[in-house]
Every structure is written in structure tokens, then in C-alpha cells.
């Protein structure tokens, strides 16, 4: 089983669309969760932690179930400039990061 | 703000030669990373440096890598004997801390060919 995994897609939405990514990881003591955005060929740049309360910034939304090792981003009233690969991220008790593959969200005028 | 910078932004290199990658973490942070990510692949740890030693390695970071913070403010990675597989972007990053929801902050990445 993949320490992190992410529904590849992609994702093609109109503008002002909502759309949500799911994520599942394996190791049950995993210490922190990030959605990190990635556009092409750049670094990847932190969208938001996500805490087991949930937590939302303007028009993202993002939700971690422990007990079922998932994690959710929630982008409501999508736009051109949201198009880009969302990872999905977790640390191990040392801090490093993994990542899942991303999933590719294209947002259609 | 600060940002963590590294270089160059591409290099290409023959098979078989060594080359070093440069990275300037952020000032007052205290733990250092290198992650690669093949074109196409998801980003993958390589190895953590804290207090002037590796911390953490992965089964990709072997005998033909090392790290080095010489100076205090760079942080390099050596890669000796290139292979075409080695081709990637490797990415830089540094943390204030470690511990729940600290965030890494990433290079904008080195480019490495391999030919």
C-alpha cells in the first residue's frame, strides 16, 4: 500500500465550480498534514495545514479523519488561476515529508 | 520574505561526473532537507540534516550522495558519478523546527540533466 495516496485525475472543471480531493495514508502515526500546491515544474508551495477540527481558508476547506486515515480539500468557487497539482502531505514523527502523486485540477473558462 | 534559494536552476551533466547543488536555507532555520522528484513522479525525500549532521536518509540517498553546510549558510548536495537516472529536479528545503504542522519551505528547485 502506498504510504500516501491521491486520485492522479485530472480534475476538469468549469469556473466557479466546487471540487473536492481526497487522500488516504497508511501509517497511523503520522504527525502532520499539508495540502501543498505545485505548479508545473515548480517547487511545491504550502495551500494549508489540516487539523482534525477542519480548517478553512477563503475558498478552501480542509478536513483530516484520523480514525479513518483521510484527509479532504475542499476549493469552492474555483477559478482559472487554481488550476496546478494539489499534494497531498504527511510527516513522520521525524519530520520528513511525504507526498502523494498529486492530483491535476484544470479549471475551464 | 524570506525564501530559501537555490543553485543553479539547471544543470546538465555528463554520465559518470560529479556536481553540486547549492542551496541557502533560510536564515534562522534549523533543519535542512533535499527531495527530488523524477518528471512526472510524485516529490520523494532524500535525506534531513540537522546540527551539522544527516538525520534521516532514504534508500534512494546511497553511497553516491552526500550533504555538507560548510560555511553555516550553504547547504549542499554532492551527487558523485552521475547516472541518467539521476536526472530529476531536486529541491531544497529547510524548516524553523520540527514537530506538528511545521511547515517546510521549498527551493525553486535545481534542474539536473543527465546525458
Known amino acids: 500500500r502506498k504510504e500516501v495516496e491521491q486520485d492522479p485525475g485530472p480534475f476538469n472543471v468549469p469556473e466557479g465550480a466546487t471540487v473536492a480531493f481526497n487522500c488516504t495514508y497508511s501509517n497511523s502515526a503520522s504527525q502532520s498534514f499539508f495540502w501543498y500546491r505545485q505548479d508545473c515544474r515548480k517547487e511545491p508551495k504550502l495551500l494549508m495545514s489540516?487539523?482534525?477540527s477542519g480548517n478553512e481558508d477563503g475558498r478552501f476547506t480542509a478536513q483530516l479523519n484520523r480514525a479513518s486515515q483521510y484527509i479532504s480539500l475542499l476549493i469552492r468557487d474555483s477559478k482559472l488561476s487554481d488550476s496546478a497539482t494539489y499534494l497531498c502531505v504527511v510527516t513522520s514523527n521525524t519530520g520528513k515529508l511525504i507526498f502523494g502523486q498529486g492530483t491535476t485540477l484544470q479549471v475551464k473558462p | 520574505e524570506p525564501e530559501v534559494t537555490q543553485t543553479p536552476s539547471h544543470q546538465v551533466t555528463q554520465m559518470g561526473q560529479e556536481v553540486i547543488l547549492r542551496c541557502v536555507p533560510i536564515s534562522n532555520h534549523l533543519y535542512f532537507y533535499w527531495y527530488r522528484q523524477i518528471l512526472g513522479q510524485k516529490v520523494e525525500f532524500l535525506v534531513s540534516f540537522y546540527n551539522n549532521e544527516i538525520s534521516e536518509k532514504s534508500e534512494i540517498f546511497d553511497d553516491q550522495f552526500s550533504v555538507e553546510r560548510p560555511d553555516g549558510s550553504n547547504f549542499t548536495l554532492k551527487i558523485r558519478s552521475t547516472k541518467l537516472e539521476d536526472s530529476a529536479m531536486y529541491f531544497c528545503a529547510s524548516s524553523p523546527r520540527q514537530g506538528q504542522n511545521t511547515e517546510a519551505f521549498f527551493g525553486q528547485g535545481t534542474r539536473l540533466t543527465v546525458v
Open positions: 489540516v487539523y482534525s
